[in-house]
């Protein structure tokens, strides 16, 4: 399994964009295995999913925050990225990245991410 | 948006005793629902996948089952490792979690 780590600033002011890199080892991003997945975690309440990115720039964005949320991907440094634009205390959240298996017979992701990064806390607060 | 409701929210049990945890979708998933385990200030963990497919390294103590909108974790022994928060997710249409069971010593 690969392993990923989060970076990015932890404190945010409301309407402020979210940026977060995802550092990904034991494996290429670009091997085709994985779809490249970010989820949050708000206080005391079950993750939600954020979006996926293949390495061919293919996309799924949650339908609630398609219109504020962007994933990409950088092969030459094994990572992959989120924005977040006009954020609110609403997105205070850990925020995780993770990778779904690439399911052969759908050319989509499998579902279920096998392996997450540690987390990393991100506050918004004036 | 499909909405998984689990039960109960916290579960007290003894070492050694069976916990049977419950997750019911607000429509068919089929049978594209999985479980992971959360200790404090650790990401989840994948445990179980497609229903009832233990994920590499689970111990065959957990056990999956379910259809459609009714779905349960059994953890026939419980172990001192195993007390943690459980999700449900399902992946059928985008993906939800579930708000968690959190299984306590007793």
């Known amino acids: 399994q690969v392993q990923l780590q989060e970076s990015g600033p932890g404190l945010l002011k409301p309407s402020q964009t979210l940026s977060l890199t995802c550092t990904v080892s034991?494996?290429?991003?670009?091997?085709?295995?994985?779809?490249w997945s970010w989820l949050r975690q708000p206080p005391g309440k079950g993750p939600e999913w954020i979006g996926d990115?293949?390495?061919?720039?293919?996309?799924y964005y949650h339908p609630s925050l398609r219109s504020r949320v962007a994933m990409s991907v950088d092969t030459s440094r094994n990572q992959f990225s989120l924005t977040l634009s006009s954020v609110t205390a609403t997105d205070t959240a850990v925020y995780f990245c993770?990778?779904?298996?690439?399911?052969?017979?759908?050319?989509?992701?499998?579902?279920?991410?096998?392996?997450w990064g540690q987390g990393t806390l991100v506050t918004i607060s004036s | 948006e499909i909405v998984l409701t689990q039960s109960p929210a916290t579960l007290s049990v003894s070492p050694g005793e069976r916990a049977t945890l419950s997750c019911r979708a607000s429509?068919?998933?089929?049978?594209?629902l999985a479980w992971y385990q959360q200790k404090p200030g650790q990401a989840p963990r994948l445990f179980i996948y497609?229903?009832?497919t233990r994920a590499t390294g689970v111990p065959a103590r957990f056990s999956g089952s379910g259809s459609g909108t009714e779905f349960t974790l059994t953890i026939s022994s419980l172990q001192s490792e195993d007390f943690a928060v459980y999700y449900c997710?399902?992946?059928?249409?985008?993906?939800?979690f579930g708000q968690g069971t959190k299984v306590e010593i007793k």
């Open positions: 993770a990778a779904q298996p690439f399911d052969i017979l759908t050319a989509g992701p499998a579902g279920r991410f096998d392996s």
């Open positions: 997710q399902q992946y059928n249409n985008w993906s939800t």
């Open positions: 990115i293949y390495d061919s720039g293919t996309t």
């Open positions: 034991g494996g290429s991003i670009s091997s085709g295995d994985y779809y």
């Open positions: 429509q068919s998933v089929s049978s594209n």
């Open positions: 497609a229903t009832s």
